[in-house]
């Protein structure tokens, strides 16, 4: 939520595969922001997901399995929104309809995003806002509503067959790792990695280990 190609940009220079960053901006709900993806992707490729992308690569799953070749689920969570998190979601809007987009971005940084060890990258952190306020207060209120009102994918997981890495950093409060170990237990033959001092984004946090985990994912 929130990042555009910045995000990737360890992975895209370093994995020499041909490759793009999906437009998770262009819908206000996942069924949709799919279905626009899937137009523009080639017949066969490898969906790789963070957070948002990766409930995102849930439904790319349940419309088009055939299209899939790899799967790859980083920092995620595949249950619903809980009411508790609707309510959340809610009070975000409000707070960014009255102009507080860059503050509701700052508050949220160093706590919610970053393992400890990394809470003092400046360069991190910079680039983790300027995302943010480069895509604006309305991408923020399309990724939300997409978010709040997106279905329950764990009935998804024991349907998805292809080779599957599950990633997600040791000091995620987000998307925990007991999430990646249900992902990993019910889709079949995943294999789990957990990546220490690494919290939600890693793939800017970690990038040598989150490219590893993709290189030997991409390998089967």
């Known amino acids: ?4 190609a910045r995000l990737w940009r360890p992975q895209l220079d370093a994995i ?34 963070l957070s948002m992308g990766g409930i995102l690569a849930f439904e790319l799953w349940r419309q088009a399995p055939e299209r899939i070749t790899h799967l790859a689920l980083l920092d995620t ?21 009255s102009g507080r987009l860059r503050q509701l971005a700052i508050e949220s940084l160093k706590p919610a995003y970053l393992a400890q060890a990394n809470r003092d990258d ?7 806002l300027q995302m943010a306020m480069d895509l604006g207060d309305d991408v ?6 997409a978010l709040k009102q997106r279905q329950d994918s764990v009935p998804t997981l024991a349907t998805i067959d292809c080779p599957t890495a599950v990633i997600c950093g040791s000091e995620d409060t987000l998307c925990p790792v007991f999430l990646h170990e249900l992902m990993a237990h019910e889709i079949h033959a995943a294999d789990l990695t957990i990546i220490e001092k690494c919290g939600h984004l890693s793939s800017l946090e970690q990038p040598a280990d989150t490219n590893t985990a993709l290189m030997r994912l991409f390998a089967h």
């Open 1 to 4: 939520m929130m990042c555009d």
């Open 77 to 97: 969570n595949p249950h619903a929104d809980s009411a508790e998190r609707q309510s959340m979601r809610v009070r975000q809007l409000e707070e960014v309809a």
């Open 122 to 128: 400046e360069t991190l952190l910079d680039t983790i």
């Open 140 to 145: 923020f209120r399309l990724q939300t509503l």
């Open 16 to 49: 020499d595969l041909p490759s793009s960053v999906a437009d998770m901006t262009s819908a206000d709900n996942i069924p949709d922001l799919a279905r626009c993806v899937l137009a523009e992707a080639p017949d066969e490729f490898a969906a790789v997901g």
